[in-house]
Nanobody, 126 residues
Framework: VQLQASGGGLVQAGGSLRLSCAAS????????MGWFRQAPGNGREFVAA????????LYADFVKGRFIISRDNNKDTADLQMNSVKPEDTAVYYC????????????????????RGQGTLVTVSS
């Protein structure tokens, strides 16, 4: 399974940006999907996750009410709609997925996500 994140860029504070994660390869082995981020000088942190059929979601407290995660299993994509962005949202955003061989439903732990994309940079200007 390969994951390709896209949609990053420069956005002003208060604006919106939509990230997309496209999966390819043996996508039938993908279970839950998630987004993580890593800001300069910081560790990687959980942002949001969505269950296999999309009926359940989980968000980090700092993005609740601002970000929305969604997925389209027909297209093998998982998107992160970022609204009301703040300068502190500046980071490299990574999409990741849990394998169906170890079906953790919704996890905030990076180690549970065995499939990982390369990251896309989001910069929020004040």
């Amino acid at each position: 399974v390969q994951l390709q994140a896209s949609g990053g860029g420069l956005v002003q504070a208060g604006g919106s940006l939509r990230l997309s994660c496209a999966a390819s390869g043996r996508t039938s082995s993908i279970f839950a999907m998630g987004w993580f981020r890593q800001a300069p000088g910081n560790g990687r942190e959980f942002v949001a996750a969505i269950s296999r059929r999309g009926e359940r979601t989980l968000y980090a407290d700092f993005v609740k009410g601002r970000f929305i995660i969604s997925r389209d299993n027909n297209k093998d994509t998982a998107d992160l709609q970022m609204n009301s962005v703040k300068p502190e949202d500046t980071a490299v955003y990574y999409c990741a997925a849990v394998s169906s061989r170890r079906p953790v439903v919704l996890s905030t732990a990076w180690d549970e996500y065995v499939y990982r994309g390369q990251g896309t940079l989001v910069t929020v200007s004040s």
